[in-house]
T-cell receptor, first 114, second 112 residues
Framework: KQEVTQIPAALSVPEGENLVLNCSFT??????LQWFRQDPGKGLTSLLL?????REQTSGRLNASLDKSSGRSTLYIAASQPGDSATYLC?????????????FGEGTQLTVNP | DAGITQSPRHKVTETGTPVTLRCHQT?????MYWYRQDPGHGLRLIHY???????DKGEVSDGYSVSRSKTEDFLLTLESATSSQTSVYFC???????????FGPGTRLTVL
């Protein structure tokens, strides 16, 4: 059974810092990996999707990398801002799909202090 | 933005009563999903649909049923609600099973 772990569970940083969020998964036979953001009391917002054949994806100040063989992904946030405060979740999609088998980590709760 | 609305947004009910949650999409995305989110467990898939009248079970399907009679609507039913089904329920959609999923705002359900 695929398991997804995110470390750390919570992170507090001052504004302007560059930071890295980690995601690891136990079964390397993934189709893709997705990073989401969740604000308190809200639904999830998709940030980045990395296909298993890709090494990284970038969107603005966000950069996600994928090392499929070692079962790891990182989300890099440059020049963090208070508006980046949220919970960040990663999820992996397995290769065998007639549908979707997204497995989620429990998330990293990020606080960026002004 | 997936154009997903969920209703109701909040509901309090009693053990043993039936409950139906509705998910509506404005796109014609083929795939729709129901998840529950609980502290210590994260998001877990309950059921999903890959077309009208085509559904399949997820990780935590016991006690839940779904129906999809139209492309735009996906219903989640708790036949007889239990306190363990107190949770936040999210609906999502995607164009294909492996594509980005777009989430609705969630329904907070409390079973007393």
């Amino acid at each position: 059974k695929q398991e997804v772990t995110q470390i750390p569970a919570a992170l507090s940083v001052p504004e302007g810092e560059n930071l890295v969020l980690n995601c690891s998964f136990t079964d390397s036979a993934i189709y893709n990996l997705q990073w989401f953001r969740q604000d308190p009391g809200k639904g999830l917002t998709s940030l980045l999707l990395i296909q298993s054949s890709q090494r990284e994806q970038t969107s603005g100040r966000l950069n996600a990398s994928l090392d499929k063989s070692s079962g790891r992904s990182t989300l890099y946030i440059a020049a963090s801002q208070p508006g980046d405060s949220a919970t960040y979740l990663c999820a992996v999609n397995l290769e065998e799909t007639s549908g979707s088998r997204l497995t989620f980590g429990e998330g990293t709760q990020l606080t960026v202090n002004p | 933005d997936a154009g997903i609305t969920q209703s109701p947004r909040h509901k309090v009910t009693e053990t043993g009563t039936p409950v139906t949650l509705r998910c509506h999409q404005t796109e014609n995305h083929r795939y729709m999903y129901w998840y529950r989110q609980d502290p210590g467990h994260g998001l877990r898939l309950i059921h999903y649909s890959y077309g009208v009248k085509d559904t399949d079970k997820g990780e935590v399907s016991d006690g839940y049923s779904v129906s999809r009679s139209k492309t735009e609507d996906f219903l989640l039913t708790l036949e007889s609600a239990t306190s363990s089904q107190t949770s936040v329920y999210f609906c999502a959609n995607s164009r294909r099973g492996v594509d980005t999923q777009y989430f609705g705002p969630g329904t907070r359900l409390t079973v007393l």
